[in-house]
């Protein structure tokens, strides 16, 4: 999703422009908005700072990818009984994925991202990593990850879904990239360079435990307001960097916001999206 702070920054790496979609519309959002200005604890360290502050533009505002990725990837099959969504954040991915579950399981590691979770009658969120997940064996019919395989993609993840899936379970990895550099250079700043290669298409294609069913990259087109658009902007660690060192520690998101106002009501921006679906081998 291009938008995590507290793990690696995030780099372009697919570009494609052949098949393109327009999304419009939004998600519900988390119980809290933005707090602009919020301060923090002196004791608080940066990483923590940054995961409160994502945390906070995440419940603001998350474009509405989720649901039209998963659209794609689980296209014309009944509701599945149980799900987990894997590094849920503040639950965007797990909303959507509510859509084809009766139940479903939010698993995520951040408290912050946690206590900003989107209430949901069908949805019960857990703390834990994807080498831990806190689910019985062999108690899910479907396993996402939505932006959170690059940094939960480990021997113990494999051994971990090979635990929880039901026979037949189903695996969706999915991500996106919204691009962005071209906006944030007309607010007069430069994304921070980053030494930390992101892989949005990152999946388990390379893994003998999943058989592919299916792999997706695809362009659509996004409408924004410019308070979505800077909620956007700033949940990316690169870009809240850029403009914190432009601004200081000023409020970033008005700032950001009423500059993009002053350029237009609604702003048009691209995304590149990517989704792989499989199914798992089990331990049953
Ligand atoms: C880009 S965010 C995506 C959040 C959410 N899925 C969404 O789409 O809004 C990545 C998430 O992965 C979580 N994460 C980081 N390391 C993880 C791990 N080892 N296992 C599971 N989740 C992890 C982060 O805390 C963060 O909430």
Not at 274 to 279: A, H, T
């Amino acid at each position: 999703m291009g938008t995590y702070h507290a793990g690696p920054t995030r780099c372009r790496l697919f570009s494609s422009g052949s098949r393109r979609t327009f999304v419009r519309g939004a998600v519900p959002r988390a119980h809290s908005d933005y707090e602009d200005g919020e301060a923090f604890p002196a004791s608080t360290s940066m990483a923590e700072q940054y995961d409160r502050t994502a945390a906070a533009h995440y419940s603001s505002y998350r474009p509405p990818l989720h649901q039209v990725i998963l659209r794609k990837a689980l296209f014309n099959k009944e509701p599945f009984d149980d799900g987990v969504d894997v590094g849920c954040g503040t639950g965007y991915s797990a909303v959507a994925l509510a859509d084809h579950c009766l139940r479903v399981y939010g698993v995520e590691p951040s408290q912050s991202m946690l206590d900003r979770a989107i209430p949901h009658a069908r949805i019960t969120y857990l703390k834990g990593t994807g080498a831990h997940i806190p689910l019985p064996d062999h108690s899910v019919d479907v396993v996402t990850f939505a932006g959170s395989l690059f940094y939960a993609k480990s021997a113990d993840l494999v051994g971990e879904l090979k635990r929880i899936c039901r026979s037949q379970a189903v695996t969706v990895a999915y991500d996106f990239e919204i691009l962005l550099d071209d906006v944030v250079r007309l607010c007069g700043v430069g994304a921070k360079e980053t030494d930390m290669p992101y892989d949005y298409a990152i999946n388990f294609s390379d893994d003998p435990t999943f058989r592919e069913i299916l792999v997706g990259r695809e362009q659509v087109s996004l409408e924004l307001t410019a308070a979505e658009l800077a909620h956007v902007i700033l949940s990316e660690s690169r870009y809240h960097e850029a403009f914190m060192e432009r601004y200081g520690l000023s409020d970033l998101f008005a700032v950001v916001k009423n500059d993009l106002e002053a350029r237009g009501r609604s702003h048009t921006v691209r995304a590149n999206i990517f989704y792989s679906k499989y199914e798992t081998t089990t331990d049953a």
